[in-house]
């Protein structure tokens, strides 16, 4: 799969939208293989500053899990901030104090921090401390970096992946340092190997300088064999060669400098690599400097400085929007997805397999009650009412609900009633459930549904009243898995219940869903789902059934994500508490408030506007300050659906009507910042005000 296939399109427009797609799959590759791990680097002292020829130098020792002992030097001018800050990625031969002015420099090029620090630039170096793991292997004459490297790949790991998760939190660290105001990279040799993958797996495009480290990579370890195996991650060429990972950069500011006297590289395969880097920086809309220098293998200081400095004064680009959504799966995640569905590949078991089975292990382990997989929630809604029998008589649904509730009704042959909501727990209101089963005497299921993720505090009179009627009841929880009444969790309160595993619900397995029941009810659920086939061996067909089984690579999808449902709670409630504590005194704006005994997964954080305020022409004017708001749940009630506006009329639905026209649904975001959260609350606080 080689990023380079397929022709180049003419048009600009095109071929901008096709490299910045491309440049996003070269960095989804990356940060697969340099599968990142989590470090904060945290500054053991900050001990010994001294300030020399208007320098002001401060060692570091940080402290982190992996690797004990990771030195570092911050070095600047002995001025006050703010100043633009540079991570300094040495190459692997360097001497820490060389680089930064403790010491006489090696070569005339090698003090690069001082270079920057005299440009006006506070600096971070890092010392890789590739000495000091394994000392004892270089006794025996081998190098302790790539006995390092091999005991990391046993593990799918790298020694690049490593180093670059240490200049990630050292940029971290930069970056959040009072007194920073902009962060770049300079990297040399292997350095520039760990500032390019560092920059490719920032969020935001960083400014980097990049020295001698420029070539196709066939040549730099294959015909020239100059490179150390380390300083490229392992598969890499499966993806990308290193021009498209330079170019990747885009549109982040980039120089890339290399000798024309430089022995472990070719100059003209680096000026190939050089032209194809900004010819696709130029594909993408934006411009990379590359520079070819007298030099041997070593950094041009005075270009690297003027290039930060210009790069570092320029204004930070406005932060991205705040999405309505986003991707939930870390690359942990998703490499465990990889190695699950090759499993499951290898094995020949797509479906109804294994995996299904370990994800119904899994839920059922959640829910405290058995748990069947299926296609989807709708399929989990249509099996549950033809288990219960709803043909030819009549489904009670609340008004406000997804489509699918209702719908599903009349897939299982049944007529459907729409039932007003209480506004407390957004459950059905129980007066108006009582007058509909008055109304509709033939009444086969009642289907209450936990919207946003509430299941109502008045479910307990639901179910009171269906169970005094007779009348059997299917939880629709599709919003609530992982949400509690009173510590009993959603999904365990009908005589069926169904979730949804759709990519917007709180877990997701791409596409799925899941039924919960007991006894005959679940056996049955589990030859239905199979086209009625009496069991896995036999040919034969006593019910009705369908295709609405999982492939065991929608399970595999489910089962990973499921695994973090714990994780993903409490992110969820973090983030709602916060909103909680600073939405009070946005004008208007009243938030919903979670009644007692009820633990919401937050799927959606409620809130209300003002009468009067034009909820679409709200959402317009938010994104355009960047933020986007989710979709409701719902803005149009079923009544009121173009397929079900002919059949359904009856009784009134304020309630519903109210909540319908009044409600937003604030982003609640996997990885979601404070700054982001922030971000929204102002943005309603000036557009409501
Ligand atoms: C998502 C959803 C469904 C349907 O689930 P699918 O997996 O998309 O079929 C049903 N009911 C409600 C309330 C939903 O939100």
Redesign the pocket.
């Known amino acids: 799969m080689n990023v380079h296939s397929g022709g180049r399109p003419s048009d600009p427009a095109e071929r901008r939208a096709r490299q910045v797609a491309r440049n996003r799959r070269v960095r989804a590759a990356v940060a697969r293989l340099a599968d990142p791990r989590p470090v904060r680097l945290e500054p053991r002292a900050e001990t010994d500053t001294v300030v020399r020829d208007g320098l002001r130098r401060t060692r570091l020792l940080f402290d982190h899990d992996g690797r004990a002992g990771v030195r570092a030097v911050l070095l600047g001018p002995d001025t006050p901030d703010p100043l633009p800050a540079v991570l300094v990625c040495p190459g692997r031969n360097a001497r820490l104090d060389a680089v930064t002015g403790g010491e006489p420099p090696d070569y005339p090029d090698r003090d690069v921090a001082v270079h920057l620090a005299r440009a006006g630039l506070r600096t971070l170096t890092l010392d890789y401390g590739l000495d000091r793991a394994h000392a004892a292997v270089a006794d025996q004459g081998r190098d302790p970096a790539t006995v390092l490297d091999g005991e990391l790949r046993l593990h799918g790991r790298s020694l690049l992946g490593v180093l670059v998760d240490e200049a990630r939190a050292a940029l971290a660290w930069l970056a959040d340092r009072p007194g920073t105001t902009r962060v770049g990279l300079a990297g040399h040799s292997l350095g520039a190997a760990v500032a390019l993958h560092a920059a490719l797996l920032h969020d935001a495009p960083v400014p980097v300088c990049a020295a001698s480290h420029l070539g196709g990579y066939a040549t730099l370890f294959g015909r020239l064999a100059t490179w150390d195996q380390f300083a490229a991650l392992p598969s890499v060429l499966r993806h990308a060669d290193l021009p498209d990972l330079y170019a990747a950069l885009a549109p982040a500011p980039l120089q890339l400098q290399y000798g024309l006297d430089d022995r472990l590289l070719d100059p003209d395969d680096a000026a190939a690599a050089g032209k194809r880097v900004r010819d696709d920086y130029a594909a993408a809309g934006a411009e990379a400097e590359v520079l070819a220098l007298p030099m041997g293998h070593g950094t041009g200081t005075a270009e690297a400085a003027a290039f930060l400095t210009r790069a570092l004064a320029e204004p930070a680009p406005p932060p991205p929007p705040v999405p309505p959504a986003r991707v939930a799966f870390s690359v942990t995640d998703r490499l465990a997805v990889t190695d699950l569905v090759d499993g499951a590949l290898a094995s020949g078991a797509l479906t109804l397999g294994p995996v299904g089975a370990g994800l119904e292990e899994a839920a059922t382990g959640v829910l405290g009650r058995g748990t069947a997989v299926v296609s989807?929630?709708?399929?989990a809604?249509e099996i549950a009412l033809r288990i219960v029998g709803v043909a030819g008589r009549t489904v009670l649904v609340p008004a406000n609900?997804?489509f699918?509730?209702a719908a599903?009704a009349v897939r299982a042959g049944a007529r459907v009633q729409a039932v007003d909501m209480e506004l407390d727990g957004l459950g059905m209101d129980p007066a108006a459930l009582r007058a509909a089963l008055d109304a509709h005497g033939d009444t086969a299921a009642v289907l209450p549904?936990h919207?946003a993720g509430v299941v109502s505090p008045a479910l307990p009179e639901i179910l009171a009243l269906c169970a005094e009627r007779g009348v059997p009841v299917v939880e629709?929880a599709?919003?609530a898995l992982g949400s509690t009444l009173g510590g009993a969790p959603a999904g365990t309160f009908g005589r069926l219940a169904?979730f949804?595993?759709?990519p917007?619900?709180v877990i997701t397995a791409g596409?799925?869903?899941l039924l919960s029941a007991d006894g005959d009810d679940l056996d049955r659920a589990r030859r239905l789902r199979d086209h009625g086939k009496r069991s896995f061996t036999e040919n034969l067909h006593a019910d009705l059934g369908s295709n609405w089984r999982m492939s065991e690579l929608h399970a595999a999808v489910g089962t990973v994500h499921l695994a973090r449902l714990d994780a993903v709670l409490a992110e969820r409630r973090r983030l709602a508490a916060w909103y909680d504590a600073h939405l009070a005194d946005v004008p208007g704006l009243t938030r919903y408030t979670v009644p007692d005994g009820v633990a919401t997964n937050h799927y959606k954080y409620l809130a209300f506007l003002p009468e009067g305020v034009d909820r679409a022409d709200l959402k317009r004017r938010l994104r355009a300050r960047g933020v986007g708001l989710s979709g409701e749940?719902y803005d149009t009630l079923i009544p009121e659906q173009p397929y079900f506006a002919a059949t359904l009329s009856g009784a009134a639905v304020p309630n519903a009507a109210w909540f319908a026209s009044r409600h937003v649904c604030l982003p609640v975001l996997p990885g979601m910042t404070e700054h982001e959260q922030r971000r929204v609350v102002e943005a309603l606080r000036a557009e409501l005000a």
């Open positions: 989807s929630g709708s399929a809604l609900t997804f699918a509730t599903s549904v919207i629709d599709a919003h169904t949804s595993l759709y917007t619900k596409e799925g869903g749940i």
